[in-house]
């Protein structure tokens, strides 16, 4: 068992007791296809059973309500019968980092108060997926940042990141901040936001290859680009094809031995 699995085992240990059960999904950036990859991994375990809720503590960006907010998609892809508001319980306009989109509403976030939001998804799901705002060092309120929530939630992670060029260094930084928090990192799942000839970036065949090296991680698999509008049958079936889900399912499962 390498340094980091150890670390990563003993820091679960002690966050499970806060009782927060399931898996945090953040970015290595903005749109890099978070909300994709948590509804189909959802979408799939809900179909072999598993009682798994989704949670987006915050969102911005869309208009209150709007049908193509992040929460709207989530439930609409996944299947979960929570509401919208319900699966984002803060909800803001404007397009810029939570706190400042909270400024501009006039609201202000506390992370006991966004914790607080979530507490009746846990209460009445036996796990959640958890979807971040950007990636682990966006600003989340006034004092904290993303990272400051999962390390508080103590869940492990999920890292989803673009296959592209650039995707190495920016994957191998965000597991050194939460190697740094002592946070578990089950895996990496690369998405393919855009449509991109293999030959304009020769990088994306090998990136994968690169990031289990370097970083010692495992790499869950790579999630497709999906034309059109998707819907909740078509990420479920290419979440079963492209996600390696054992390991993910494994994760949920340690969590409530």
């Known amino acids: 068992m390498s340094d980091l699995r150890k670390a990563a085992a003993g820091t679960h240990e002690h966050h499970s ?30 179909q072999d059973g598993l009682d798994v809720g989704l949670w987006k503590p915050v969102q911005s960006g869309a208009p209150h309500g709007s049908a193509d907010s992040d929460a709207h998609r989530l ?4 299947g979960v019968d929570d509401p919208p ?23 202000e976030l506390t992370l006991e108060r966004l914790i607080a939001g979530g507490r009746p998804l846990m209460e ?11 990636g682990l060092a966006a600003p989340l309120t006034a004092q904290e940042l993303v990272v400051d929530m999962i390390n508080e ?8 990141a673009r296959p592209g060029l650039g995707t190495v260094n920016h994957t191998l930084l965000t597991l050194a901040m939460l190697r740094q928090r002592r946070i578990p990192v089950v895996g990496v799942v690369l998405n393919d936001v855009i449509p991109t000839s293999p030959g304009l970036d020769p990088s994306r065949p090998v990136n994968g290859e690169l990031i289990a090296r370097y970083g010692n991680i495992p790499v869950l698999g790579r999630f497709p680009y999906l034309a059109g509008r998707p819907d909740g049958n078509q990420l479920l079936h290419e979440a ?16 409530r031995d």
């Not at 009445?124 to 950007?134: F, P, S």
């Not at 939630?153 to 989803?160: C, N, Q, S, Y």
């Not at 079963?240 to 969590?255: K, V």
């Open 75 to 78: 439930q609409r892809w996944s």
């Open 85 to 107: 508001e319900r699966i984002a319980p803060f909800s803001f306009e404007a397009p810029l980092a939570p706190c400042l989109a909270a400024r501009e509403a006039g609201v």
């Open 17 to 46: 007791s806060r009782g927060w059960r399931g898996l945090f999904v953040t970015g290595t950036d903005t749109e890099v296809g978070k909300t994709f990859v948590t509804a189909a991994i959802a979408a799939a375990l809900r």
């Open 124 to 134: 009445r799901h036996d796990a959640l997926l958890v979807e971040g705002a950007g």
């Open 240 to 255: 079963a094809r492209h996600i390696d889900l054992a390991s993910i399912r494994a994760a949920l499962r340690h969590q």
């Open 153 to 160: 939630l103590g869940m492990p992670v999920l890292i989803v």
